[in-house]
């Protein structure tokens, strides 16, 4: 299994930015698939969401209405749409998954190395 991000870079305030996330080594299709971001000295903190089959997406507070989460199945690839960016909003985007690996339900986490997103003039 392999996550790679890209897309991050440096955007003025109340800009707009994409970052992506593509998978491999599995269907990424059959998973639930997330956002999570690392401001600098700061833990982690889940952004986003989104389902399998119907794709029902799931936001953090902080970024509903503003951030917008998709996926493409047949390019294994997953989306984050990023408006109206704030200072705060700079942080090291991952990509993350959860593989299930056994009948009984084993699973296994899995990131990739990270998107630099850095909100600034």
């Known amino acids: 299994v392999q996550l790679v991000e890209s897309g991050g870079g440096l955007v003025q305030p109340g800009g707009s930015l994409r970052v992506s996330c593509v998978a491999s080594?599995?269907?990424?299709?059959?998973?639930?698939m997330s956002w999570v971001r690392q401001a600098p000295g700061k833990g982690l903190e889940w952004v986003s969401t989104?389902?399998?089959?119907?794709?029902?997406?799931y936001y953090a507070d902080s970024v509903k209405g503003r951030f917008t989460i998709s996926r493409d199945n047949a390019k294994n690839t997953l989306y984050l749409q990023m408006n109206s960016l704030t200072p705060e909003d700079t942080a090291l985007y991952y990509c993350?998954?959860?593989?299930?690996?056994?009948?009984?339900?084993?699973?296994?986490?899995?990131w990739g190395q990270g998107a630099q997103v850095t909100v600034s003039y």
């Open positions: 989104i389902g399998t089959g119907s794709g029902r997406t």
């Open positions: 993350h998954t959860r593989v299930v690996i056994s009948v009984e339900g084993a699973a296994v986490d899995h």
């Open positions: 080594g599995f269907t990424s299709s059959r998973y639930g």
